[in-house]
């Protein structure tokens, strides 16, 4: 028979162990899946503390749905965490017809190529993404953090069809929106006369009013901060110097198959410093706003604006550029290392 000092034993490491688990913060991560997606995704995986309940793939994004769903579950694969579930979203804005440019989401289909790269899998019939949604954060024991990074076409229909689930929300990061600074529209496709929007407010204007106008706390990282964080030579070059796994070595191919974006300094870790910031926020400063999201007329559609009627968000204005890229190069390498 088991003795009272090793049951003692037993039952304090079973209680460590749930509390362990207890600590972990919830997460759902609802993605578009760009190339730079998929770096935020990897180093929300890579924290040990950090339970991922959820991945949704938002189908007016840049990548479609179904190819982005497919590059989603092979970065899990990849990463050992098959059991996560994920789910596509609707292709069309809730209104509206704004999109991506085509080239850009053949582009983000297969990640510029490094796709090729990662483990083929299966994906079984799922539910849809705001199904997964609201079935996650019902099912979580305390409110759940989310980090959007695309269009927020799965969130505002999630807030409007269930607008209870607010209470099941603990922090929305959102990487969208340019609150003092120019749009970024024109860099992408020089027809759109919009010089005030950025890409992922542009795309579902009306969504991200309904997220902003929710009632749950935001962390916006717009254009304001995001263009403080370009992708560097020099970061790109350690990044080559530490292939040491698979892991590592598909993500600097990301890197690699947009060098030509690094050397003319016009690739930023849009996603990534959310990503970052959604698990520590130290790294940034930031201010309260009210905010509100514009609908029409069509050159300002998707502009973000201070409004004393808006909404209070919390918008980050500056970064510690140096300590964000370490802790990057430190989850790229030495995380994924062990």
């Known amino acids: 028979m088991m003795s009272s000092a090793v049951r003692l034993f037993v039952f304090c490491v079973i209680f ?8 972990a913060r919830s997460f759902i991560i609802d993605t578009d899946v760009g190339v730079d997606d998929e770096l935020a995704i990897l180093y929300l995986l890579a924290q040990k503390d950090i339970d991922i309940k959820a991945i949704t793939v938002v189908g007016t994004g840049e990548a479609h749905c179904p190819a982005g769903l ?7 694969a990849l990463m050992h965490h098959k059991n996560i579930p994920i789910a596509c979203g609707t292709d069309v804005p809730m209104k509206g017809t704004h999109q991506f440019p085509d ?3 053949q582009l983000a289909d297969n990640l510029v190529g490094a796709a090729d790269l990662l483990p083929q899998v299966k994906l079984p019939p799922s539910q849809t993404a705001i199904q997964l949604l609201e079935s996650t954060l019902k099912k979580a024991k305390e409110p759940v953090e989310i980090l ?11 807030v409007t069809q269930v607008p209870e689930i607010k209470n099941n929300i ?15 529209l024109a860099d992408v496709d020089h027809t759109i006369k919009n010089t005030s929007a950025e890409w992922n407010f542009y795309v579902d204007p009306y969504a991200a009013d309904k997220v902003l106008r929710s009632g749950i706390p935001i962390t916006l990282v717009g254009l304001d901060v995001t263009n403080q964080v370009p992708v560097t030579q020099s970061f790109y070059q350690k990044l080559k110097e530490n292939q040491t796994n698979l892991a590592n070595q598909f993500f600097y191919e990301l890197f690699h198959r947009n060098e030509a974006e690094i050397y003319e300094h016009k690739w930023y870790f849009w996603d990534v410093l959310s990503a970052v910031i959604a698990y520590d926020n130290s790294i ?10 514009v609908l029409s007329p069509e050159e300002q559609a998707g502009s973000t604006i201070v409004d004393e009627k808006g909404n209070n968000v919390q918008v980050c204005t500056s970064v510690n550029k140096g ?7 430190e989850t790229l390498t030495k995380k994924m290392a062990g």
């Open 284 to 293: 940034v400063q930031s201010s309260h706003k009210k905010l509100r999201v």
């Open 16 to 23: 460590l162990l749930s509390s362990l688990t207890d600590a």
């Open 323 to 329: 300590r964000f890229e370490n802790i990057l190069m």
């Open 148 to 158: 959007a990074i695309g269009p927020l076409t799965n969130l505002g229909g999630l």
């Open 70 to 76: 497919r590059n989603v579950a092979g970065l899990l």
């Open 103 to 105: 080239w850009l989401r």
């Open 170 to 184: 603990k922090m929305i990061y959102i990487m969208g929106g340019a609150v003092d600074t120019r749009g970024n």
